[in-house]
Each structure stands twice: as C-alpha cells, then as structure tokens.
C-alpha cells in the first residue's frame, strides 16, 4: 500500500464516506452506554484508523489522506456521545418521559454543526502555527504513517484489528457471563469503623467490567493515580468519619450506611472539587488562548498583506461559507429552543428566552470551543476537563434562564427553567465537544498532509451519523434500565444506569434556580480541592513537569462511586506494568499499540453487548433475560469474576507482545 502523491491525493471518498459512518455507529452507541454507566468516554480516532487501514488495505489505491479522512469521520463518536453527561437530567426531573428524536437529534446536530463553524478560525492560531503537543493527535499520526508506510506497519495494522476484535468477543463474553448471574456482576466489601453509636463504616467495591479495564489502560498512570487518591479520600477519610457523625437506622447494615452517606453527602463535596478544579484548569487556559489567538490573526494579515499563494494543506472551509453556515444554523436553533418551550409553562416569556439562549449558544459557544481545542493541543480530548465545561455552562445557563424566569416563579416554572437551562446546555457541550475533536484532527491531518477543509466536511458527515444514533440508543437504555434518580417509570430492570454526570448537573440546576444548593458540602469540596491544586502545583514545579496529580482526577473519584473507579485504576496500573515490561524489547512500541487497541476492543464489546441487552431487555419484558438459575453463593460467583477476569487480562496482554515482536520481525 503506498502514499498518494500529496499534490493530488485520493480523500474523500465513497468507499472511506461509508466505513467511516459504520464505525461512527458502532462506536457513538459503544460511548453512549459507557458515558452513561461511569461517566467517561474514550478518543476513538487510534482504533478508527486502525480497523480502516486494515479493511482499505484491499484496494491498492488507498492512501493515507483516506485513511485519515475515515478517522475524522468516526472520531465525532467519541466526542458527540458526551452529550448524555447532560440530557439525562431532562429525564431525571420529570421533564421527559422518553427520549424525543427530533429535539434530541437538532440538538446534537446544531451544536455539532456549530463547533466545527466556529473552530475553523482557530485552525492556524492552535495548530499550524502552534507549539501545542497534541498527543493524541500526534499518536493517531504516527498510526497512520506505520500502517502506511511499511510491509511491518501494515503487519501491525492487521494485528490491531485482530486485538480490537479479541478485545470486544472477550469482554462481551465476560460481561455475559454476568447477565447470566455465573458470576458477580461487582466484588465487594463493606465493614464498619469502630463499635458503638459512633461506629461507622466503609468499604470497596469494584464492577466485573473489562470496559472500565481498558478505559483505565487508555486514560493512563497518572490520571489513574489521581483517581486512586481520590478513591482513598472518600472511602479511606470521608464516608467513615461521616457515617461516624450520622449514625445508621435500625436494621441497616455497613453496606446501606456507607453507600447512603457517600450518596447523600460526599459526593457533594466531590461536586465542589470538581467545579473548582475545572474553573482554575479553565482560567489556566485564558491567557495562552488569547496569545495564540493574537499571534495568529497577525500572522493572517501580514500573508494577506505579501500576497501569499496559500498550499493545498493551509485549505480550511472559505470564512464565507463558515459565517453563512453559522447563521444558518442559529435559525434551527431559535426553532428548536422556540418548540421545547411549546405549551409549556414559560410560553409567556418565549421570546426572552429563545433569544437568552441562541445568545448564550453563539456567546458561550464560541469560548467553549476555543478553550476545549486549546485543551485537546494541550493534554488531548480524552483527558480535556469536559465535565468542568459542562459545570460552568450549566451554571450560567441557569443564571441566565433564572433571570429572565424570575417574575413568573413557581413549581412549575421552576421545573420548566430547569429543563430549559438543560436544553441550552446540550446544545452548548456539542459545540464544545466537536470544537475540541476538530482541532485534534486537524493536527493529525497537518501530519500526514491531508487538505484541512476535505477533514472539516469529514467531521460535519460523521456529527450527521452521530447524532442519528444517539436518540434511539439513549431511550432504548432509558425504556430498558432508566437512570439514577430518574422516575424511572417505563424501565423494565431495576438496576438503572448511573448517569453520574447528568445528575451532577441536573442537581446543580435545580440548586441554582431553587435557591436550595447545599452550599456547605460544596464548600467544603471547594476547599479540599484548592488544596489539591496547590499540591499539584508544588508536584509539578518540583518534578520539572514529570510528575501531577489532576485535581478533577481526583475529584471525580470522589464523586463516582467506588465500583466504578476501582477497576479503571486497576486498569491504569495494569497498562503502566504492561508498558514498562515491554517498551525494551523487541516489538515494544508495536506492542503498546497493539495492548491499547484490545483495550479498545474491551470498551466496544462490552458497550455493544450492553446496548443489545437493552433491546433484550426491551423485547422480552424482562428485567434479567440471561440470568440461569444456580446455587453457588454470593463469595463464589465474586471468586469466579476475580479469576476469569484476570486470566483474560493477563493472556491478552502476552498475547499484544507477542504480536509486537512478530511485527518487528517482519
């Protein structure tokens, strides 16, 4: 397979159009299940490439530009999908039953639209003439030119489609197993602390999930070592001295008392460490932004200036075309804010409203994308603090919408601001979602010579496909499982899925527009999290840069139960280990490559196995439609997951640096 001739190359194409939708709605439904089960997603660009250059590799024609214009397209999935940190809130204060297609599609579709408008005047102040790292950027890059470039590239390019396929048959057959009930769906203990009326209590919990493995694999040492500082913060600190001080109900075990303290109140206080530690990052960001945004625009008017005859690859979509395209898109929004207030009780202050919104959509828009494709050069989208961005959108859209609701307040205008600020801001989170993939992009198609405005008409196809899977895959799992503090109403199981960040949000709106936040708790976060941006601080001044602590990493494992975040520091542990032991033998960088694409494979698989289960659940009417009847106990169906869980690991491990060294043979 060779490179095209950069004058000319072969870009977008039918063929590379059509694969990369596929696996836009393979991976949009894989993030929806897991943004809504542990509130993370993952970059989806590396393992986009992968499986392209290895399904490609059948035409001769193939080149990289097209391979990179299939990645763009996909990447919108793991970008888009985090639109469900914020529209589960609509369900979970009673606003909405069921998922709506249309409201919900416009609203991804709009904002996604709007965040490539307004990052393509960025393009040249943060990547063309930029300094920014872009490491996963970079890292897609490199993909590409392996898989290209040599017989042993493209050796590794059909070994990272077998590991992404071994990685998703793997853990769906392991998150099987736990629908069947052969093993403990999560290993667990809970104990208490002390004896008496002050005695309280504690414990770990981690989820029987390959998926939460691998998202601690691809989110690295040292967000998985804030993670776990985090974890023994609130297990190890807060929920014993807490349980201490409000002592258990009769008949409540260690386990109900932990779990309700944690729920109720030191959660809360990881709210509070997450919205500082979001608004600091953020402010960190201001004054690089601006620089970059002022070196730029004088760089654009001294080449205006001579007269500069502009390269294929310095391309972007015509300014024209970007504020027409802009404009347009304001009309639907208008539209579509204007029908979500339809009949409802804020009809009588539509106008203020729908003007108050597309205002803070265009406004709110424009900075959101400008410091989220900041952060993707800066640390990379997987790794971007897109819940603080979500936290400070939600606080303003709330002020804002509270504002021009507060002569008419009542219960049920309360209700309908609420769910309005909400609306705003999905709208807003899309556009600051596709801002930060589009210039992550960018930087990988500068690296391979693609032409700039053929990647921007990429990401605007894969927002389309995107946002045609995010309604139907959001509501078959609200009708199926429903959410964490949802009515729940329609949901067939009774084991909802956790949603963690929409109700962090939907909470912050009610408490904003109530007038009921429990600003004590948050205080207390707030504090606990200015230390840990001094001690981040004092970490990484230091270590010369070589070592941090994240404090949103940090915050977020206090928030999330531990269930969720115990096997995703396992997994970043485990990666770290993995990594070291193989980066100095032959194959080693082929066989990282190759590790992080099973654990790819783990967090598609499982998604996917839990996606489809849904539409059993749905189907058959049944909370539990695989589970088999079996007399083994609850410590021995634990022990089975433990085991069978670690196997999987340990052999699919071996089997990437195996495969490493035998790519570096060929």
Not at 338 to 367: C, N, R, T
């Amino acid at each position: 397979m060779s490179i095209a001739a950069p004058s000319n190359p072969k870009e977008i194409t039918l063929r590379g159009i059509i694969l990369g939708i596929l696996i836009t709605l393979v991976f949009t439904a894989a993030q929806v299940y897991l943004g809504l089960k542990v509130g993370l997603t993952f970059a989806t660009s590396i393992p986009a490439a992968v499986i392209s250059m290895a399904l490609l590799s059948a035409f001769k024609d193939a080149t990289i530009q097209e391979n990179n214009i299939v990645q763009t397209i996909a990447s919108a999935a793991g970008t888009l999908a985090s639109v469900i940190f914020v529209l589960p809130g609509l369900l979970m204060i009673g606003w909405w039953a069921h998922v709506p297609f249309w409201p919900t599609f416009g609203a991804c579709a709009i904002g996604g639209v709007l965040g490539v408008m307004y990052t393509v005047p960025l393009r040249r102040a943060l990547v063309s003439q930029s300094n920014l790292p872009y490491p996963e950027g970079v890292a897609a890059a490199e993909v590409l030119k392996v898989g290209m470039a040599s017989r042993a590239g493209a050796a590794e390019g059909k070994a990272g489609l077998r590991a992404v396929i071994w990685g998703a048959l793997t853990s769906a057959l392991f998150a099987a197993g736990a629908a069947a009930k052969l093993m403990a769906a999560e290993v667990s203990i809970y104990f208490r602390t002390g004896a008496g009326a002050t005695a309280g209590a504690t414990g770990i919990g981690a989820s029987s999930s390959l998926a939460l493995i691998g998202a601690g694999h691809l989110m690295g040492i040292t967000v998985g070592v804030a993670m776990g500082v985090g974890t023994i913060i609130a297990w190890g600190v807060l929920v014993p001295l807490m349980t201490s001080l409000t002592p258990a109900a009769a008949g409540v075990d260690a386990a109900g008392h932990a779990l309700g303290v944690w729920s109720k109140e030191v959660r809360m206080i990881g709210a509070g460490v997450i919205g500082i530690a979001a608004i600091i990052t953020l402010a960190g960001l201001a004054k690089p932004i601006l620089g970059g945004l002022k070196s730029a625009m004088e760089t654009a008017r001294k080449a205006k200036l001579e007269g500069a005859v502009m390269d294929r690859t310095e391309m972007d979509m015509p300014i024209y075309i970007v504020g027409l395209v802009t404009l347009i898109a304001l009309v639907p929004a208008g539209w579509l804010l204007a029908s979500f207030l339809q009949g409802g009780p804020l009809m009588s202050l539509a106008v203020p409203l729908v003007a108050v919104g597309v205002g803070y959509i265009l406004i709110a828009g424009i900075f959101a994308a400008a410091v989220c494709g900041y952060m993707a050069g800066l640390i990379g989208s997987s790794n971007s603090p897109v819940s603080g961005i979500a936290i400070l959108t939600i606080l303003g859209a709330a002020l804002s919408v509270g504002f021009v609701g507060r002569s008419v307040m009542g219960p049920e205008v309360a209700q309908a601001l609420i769910a309005f600020a909400l609306f705003v801001t999905t709208v807003v989170l899309a556009v600051a979602v596709i801002g930060n993939d589009n210039l992550q992009d960018l930087k990988t198609g500068q690296l391979v010579n693609a032409t700039p405005w053929k990647q921007q008409v990429g990401l605007l196809i894969g927002v389309a496909a995107g946002s045609c899977v995010v309604p139907p895959v959001l509501e078959l799992l609200n009708h199926a499982n429903g959410f964490v503090g949802a009515p729940n109403l329609d949901a067939i199981s009774n084991e909802p899925l956790a949603a963690p960040q929409a109700l962090l949000i939907s909470t912050l709106a009610k408490g904003v527009i109530g007038g009921n936040l429990d600003w004590k708790l948050l205080g207390y976060g707030v504090l606990i999290g200015l230390a840990l941006v001094l001690i981040n601080f004092l970490l990484k001044k230091s270590s010369n840069d070589k070592y941090s602590l994240p404090p949103l990493g940090v915050g977020l494992a206090i928030y999330l139960p531990s269930a969720v975040i115990t096997p995703v520091v396992i997994g970043a542990v485990a990666g770290w280990v993995f990594d070291r032991a193989v980066e100095k033998r032959a194959g080693g960088e082929s066989a990282k490559r190759i590790g992080v694409l099973v654990m790819s494979g783990f967090i598609v698989g499982e998604s996917l196995f839990n996606v489809a289960l849904a539409g059993l659940i749905v189907l058959s009417g049944k909370g539990e439609p695989l589970a088999i009847a079996n007399s083994m106990s609850e410590g021995t169906t634990m022990t089975i997951a433990l085991v069978v869980g670690t196997a999987i690991v340990w052999s699919l491990y071996r089997w990437s640096a195996k495969n490493g060294r035998a790519v570096h043979q060929q």
